[in-house]
């Protein structure tokens, strides 16, 4: 080790962030959640490495993002590569790679990580985690309300109560009929429209009005009068015998017979400009405070077309890790931090080390998760150790032990004990 | 999405994988197994970001490895980084940042992948996965047995037998005992010696013996018979006397009371040039054919003073994915693919998909994952999928499932069928 003047810095990247045990705790929770019910549903895990050639981003993504937002570099091999921004063009890529040999449709899920150069804020770190979950290769409506569903189920897994949360649902194909067709708005018109309603939460909303208006002149009106619908069902009859429309309604009934109840019609949900070709969706904490969107997703149907390969119609959506950490913060829906570790030994002198690792092994061999003190420090300070580091039970060795085999089992939380043979320990231990 | 009239690659970036679903199996198999056995012993997860300051590489690892292995960029904010080549330093760094809170001593693992720029060939890719698990803060030569036992018990629950590793032992301790106060070399000396060392295998051993007498002169027949001994308790007296042989006695005592017996002495195993202050093992492959090492660690004392910080001594292993892949591969150990959904239902109209998902829904309350095909194709395509799915159990719905509300459950690997009512049909799929 070369040593330095300059004294190192111990503070993560900018950025990104530590998992110390305990976080590391609660990053687990949060993606066995996830797992188990996307599992639950039939999805099956994939993943690929972080590193990419950039020509792939650029392909799908356009410029914009390859330019200001990714982290790419020259390796010295002279390819061009990034550290992944989002996880799609990987899962198109990695379809087109086996197209004939993979077996559709396909339910896969991954938890990558992913890397995009921007600002540090609540909510925006420059490395987070995101579940993608995604159906390959059925064009059902079926499949837009499945992958609903699982969003719904995962809320509802860590504890979310439906009046704290609603699904925004909208149609990329609704929206598409009635700016080309009904309305007949040009391309660049429908765009401009477009982007102004992303927007419409961030003006004042006679300035909105005023900007719709000089788009669609007279037929403004009409337009106001459907964006402010928040029922499918209530759609104007000039609107709702488009397909989109059609489509929607079938999805909120299969929603409603699921039991999903709290999902609203939002004709002003957009999800960005290109990408998405039929439904979309996202999850919205209701908070009146601080509503404010989760996740979402929707159907895309070119995604596999920029590797010059079949079409694959796709429908998923993506989670981070952030956004729902800090929603069940919020809604105090964390878990206590439980130690993966059941028991400490503590040892009263360094001749009855040979029984603490004989016990250890005995219990180990039985599923016990077990960690010996061979710190030869005073009792006390070994049992100070267990305690902070949130160890729910202690066993001390020493002479009585060594003689008797009978062992006091301390539980640290309750501060009781239970006097417990050998023989017994490990089923003891087992049902605690 | 842009149009270019250059195909896309959809192979992997160079040296990297995709992990298709039954590469991931695997993946989660290995990382399982691992993860089983370090938190049995007591050891708690953390993880960091993969981007870190490049400063903390060139403090710890010496120029080379960053100028010449490592992927190190500068941010669009300027700030040099590097993509972790090894996971170390980073522990190193988040143990000095809470050096005051944390109650030592700790036991720690995570499961990282690296980075490194090289050639990829076989066992060496550019990304690799690694298990790291250390403790920290005890001296005891326990800490350094429970490592060894540790890397035994990994190996064992992959299935290796006895015969077919073992673990080589040495001691660094030793080793600068008797380089420095028995022979008596200069520091230069000591380390050509050990460079030498290091090499012996990839040269002549007539060589090797010229070499090491331009260094010993008249000792290196003594120096040789030190080399060639592989029982700690069969080392000549002159030399047994060191506290570093009497540390590995006390290892190789410990061993033995635990039932590891495949360890032997290696007093050329060497594991670099800085870093390790004690104990040093290696885990090989006995393949007579192609006999290699596995992985290996050791004690380091100095690790956190890099950092400013007061030392921590710590002992440790670090045990790659690829290689430990390849070795149950050689030993037909690799478990069989599974897949984690166990039933695909077929439907054999779209008439019936509301009693699909009725059955799904009522299936998966019960824990069972649970595919619904919405595919609308005839019944053979949707068992087909099922099969090259490697799912293991179908149920097809129909009129008659419609009306009896029995079901058929194929197994598909047995290829037998049980007739199951509706209400049997969870409890009879959690006990296949």
Same mark, same amino acid.
């Given at each position: 080790?070369?040593?330095?003047?300059?004294?190192?810095?111990?503070?993560?990247?900018?950025?990104?962030?530590?998992?110390?045990?305990?976080?590391?705790?609660?990053?687990?929770?949060?993606?066995?959640?996830?797992?188990?019910?996307?599992?639950?549903?039939?999805?099956?895990?994939?993943?690929?490495?972080?590193?990419?050639?950039?020509?792939?981003?650029?392909?799908?993504?356009?410029?914009?993002?390859?330019?200001?937002?990714?982290?790419?570099?020259?390796?010295?091999?002279?390819?061009?590569?990034?550290?992944?921004?989002?996880?799609?063009?990987?899962?198109?890529?990695?379809?087109?790679?086996?197209?004939?040999?993979?077996?559709?449709?396909?339910?896969?899920?991954?938890?990558?990580?992913?890397?995009?150069?921007?600002? +540090?804020?609540?909510?925006?770190?420059? =490395?987070?985690? %995101?579940?993608?979950?995604? /159906? *390959?290769? #059925?064009? @059902?409506?079926?499949?837009?309300?499945?992958?609903?569903?699982?969003?719904?189920?995962?809320?509802?897994?860590?504890?979310?109560?439906?009046?704290?949360?609603?699904?925004?649902?909208?149609?990329?194909?609704?929206?598409?009929?009635?700016?080309?067709?009904?309305?007949?708005?040009?391309?660049?018109?429908?765009?401009?429209?477009?982007?102004?309603?992303?927007?419409?939460?961030?003006?004042?909303?006679?300035?909105?009005?005023?900007?719709?208006?000089?788009?669609?002149?007279?037929?403004?009106?009409?337009?106001?009068?459907?964006?402010?619908?928040?029922?499918?069902?209530?759609? +104007?009859?000039?609107?709702?015998?488009? =397909?989109?429309? %059609?489509?929607?309604?079938? /999805? *909120?009934? #299969?929603? @409603?017979?699921?039991?999903?109840?709290?999902?609203?019609?939002?004709?002003?949900?957009?999800?960005?400009?290109?990408?998405?070709?039929?439904?979309?969706?996202?999850?919205?904490?209701?908070?009146?405070?601080?509503?404010?969107?989760?996740?979402?997703?929707?159907?895309?149907?070119?995604?596999?077309?920029?590797?010059?390969?079949?079409?694959?119609?796709?429908?998923?959506?993506?989670?981070?890790?952030?956004?729902?950490?800090?929603?069940?913060?919020?809604?105090?829906?964390?878990?206590?931090?439980?130690?993966?570790?059941?028991?400490?030994?503590?040892?009263?002198?360094?001749?009855?080390?040979?029984?603490?690792?004989?016990?250890?092994?005995?219990?180990?061999?039985?599923?016990?998760?077990?960690?010996?003190?061979?710190?030869?420090?005073?009792?006390?300070?070994?049992?100070?150790?267990?305690?902070?580091?949130?160890?729910?039970?202690?066993?001390?060795?020493?002479?009585?032990?060594?003689?008797?085999?009978?062992?006091?089992?301390?539980?640290?939380?309750?501060?009781?004990?239970?006097?417990?043979?050998?023989?017994?320990?490990?089923?003891?231990?087992?049902?605690?």
């Amino acid at each position: 080790m070369t040593p330095t003047n300059q004294k190192l810095s111990t503070e993560p990247y900018r950025g990104t962030r530590d998992f110390y045990p305990e976080d590391m705790s609660l990053q687990n929770y949060i993606f066995s959640t996830m797992k188990t019910v996307v599992e639950r549903y039939g999805y099956i895990e994939y993943t690929a490495s972080l590193l990419e050639e950039t020509a792939m981003y650029r392909a799908k993504s356009g410029s914009e993002i390859v330019n200001q937002q990714t982290y790419s570099f020259i390796d010295r091999g002279g390819r061009d590569v990034t550290i992944r921004p989002e996880m799609t063009p990987t899962v198109a890529r990695m379809i087109a790679r086996k197209r004939k040999e993979l077996p559709l449709p396909l339910r896969w899920f991954s938890i990558p990580n992913l890397f995009r150069y921007e600002r +540090p804020q609540r909510g925006r770190l420059r =490395e987070h985690w %995101q579940l993608n979950v995604d /159906i *390959f290769g #059925i064009n @059902s409506l079926e499949a837009d309300a499945e992958i609903i569903s699982v969003a719904y189920d995962i809320m509802k897994s860590f504890g979310a109560r439906d009046e704290n949360f609603n699904i925004r649902i909208n149609s990329r194909k609704l929206i598409n009929y009635l700016f080309n067709e009904y309305f007949t708005l040009s391309e660049e018109n429908s765009y401009q429209l477009i982007k102004l309603i992303d927007h419409k939460n961030k003006m004042e909303s006679k300035e909105f009005i005023l900007q719709v208006e000089s788009i669609l002149c007279e037929k403004s009106h009409e337009f106001m009068d459907f964006l402010t619908c928040t029922d499918i069902t209530q759609l +104007p009859d000039s609107f709702a015998q488009y =397909e989109g429309a %059609q489509d929607l309604k079938n /999805i *909120f009934d #299969i929603l @409603s017979k699921k039991g999903i109840l709290n999902c609203v019609f939002d004709p002003s949900l957009m999800r960005g400009f290109d990408y998405y070709t039929g439904t979309v969706f996202e999850v919205f904490d209701t908070n009146p405070v601080n509503s404010r969107s989760l996740f979402g997703g929707g159907r895309y149907d070119d995604l596999v077309a920029i590797f010059d390969a079949e079409k694959v119609p796709g429908v998923g959506f993506g989670m981070g890790d952030v956004t729902i950490h800090n929603y069940i913060d919020t809604y105090n829906l964390l878990p206590q931090y439980k130690s993966t570790t059941k028991l400490y030994i503590c040892i009263l002198d360094n001749e009855y080390i040979s029984l603490a690792n004989e016990l250890s092994s005995h219990l180990r061999a039985n599923k016990v998760n077990v960690a010996v003190d061979y710190s030869n420090r005073k009792l006390s300070s070994q049992i100070k150790t267990a305690e902070k580091q949130k160890i729910p039970f202690i066993v001390c060795i020493g002479q009585d032990e060594s003689q008797t085999k009978i062992f006091k089992i301390k539980d640290i939380e309750k501060r009781t004990e239970k006097i417990v043979h050998w023989n017994e320990l490990a089923k003891v231990l087992m049902e605690c």
